[in-house]
């Protein structure tokens, strides 16, 4: 099972979380991408880019975190936080 936690911050508080779980057999990519995919459409946000920090980030940490220069439109919040919580 796959499972990935995302989370949106604003002023150092959580202001929405939720967890996608995963359990086709693919990739890990493909699971990240779709697990963010379904996390952009229940928060209602346009799909971030991966800039070459965050990816960095996400390889050392299974941990990203996806700011306002991640995003074309402007977000009402901080930061969105995804993390790997189980993988296969």
Known sequence: MFRLWAREFK???MIKD???EDSRQDTRTH???HALEEVC???DLGKPIWLDKTIAEF???SK???TQDNF???IDFDYLEIQII???
């Open 11 to 13: 002023n150092n508080r």
């Open 18 to 20: 939720t967890c996608i």
């Open 31 to 33: 699971k990240v991408f």
């Open 41 to 43: 459409y229940q928060f």
């Open 59 to 61: 390889k050392r940490h």
């Open 64 to 66: 990203a975190r996806f």
């Open 72 to 74: 074309i439109e402007a």
């Open 86 to 88: 189980e993988e296969d």
